[in-house]
């Protein structure tokens, strides 16, 4: 599965976006997906995931409350909303899939088979 992540942008703190990944090659309802992201000069982090159905998430602790993972399975994306933004959030941020079958939500990065390109998000004070 190919996976193309887009939405990040420019704004100010306390605004919102809303980032989306496209999957395709194959559909994206049969994978586990997860949200990273990598500020610079720092490793790639959890951000969150979401289970095949859509029912089930996980968030890491600095965005709980404020972002919010989804999936659309008729159209065959993802997203993730990003609300009350800070500074700190800055980062690129990327899509990402377990592997076919596989249905544990987790955290870990190297758990993740397939990635798409990262999407930047600049927050400014």
């Known amino acids: 599965v190919q996976l193309q992540a887009s939405g990040g942008g420019s704004v100010q703190a306390g605004g919102s976006l809303r980032l989306s990944c496209a999957a395709s090659?194959?559909?994206?309802?049969?994978?586990?997906t997860g949200w990273f992201r990598q500020a610079p000069g720092k490793g790639r982090e959890f951000v969150a995931a979401i289970s095949l159905s859509g029912g089930t998430t996980r968030y890491a602790e600095a965005v709980k409350g404020r972002f919010t993972i989804s999936r659309d399975n008729a159209k065959n994306e993802v997203y993730l909303q990003l609300d009350g933004l800070k500074p700190e959030d800055t980062a690129e941020y990327y899509c990402?899939?377990?592997?076919?079958?596989?249905?544990?939500?987790?955290?870990?990065?190297?758990?993740?088979?397939?990635w798409g390109q990262g999407t930047l998000v600049t927050v400014s004070s």
């Open positions: 090659g194959r559909t994206l309802n049969d994978y586990v």
């Open positions: 990402a899939a377990r592997g076919l079958g596989i249905t544990v939500l987790t955290s870990a990065r190297q758990q993740y088979r397939y």
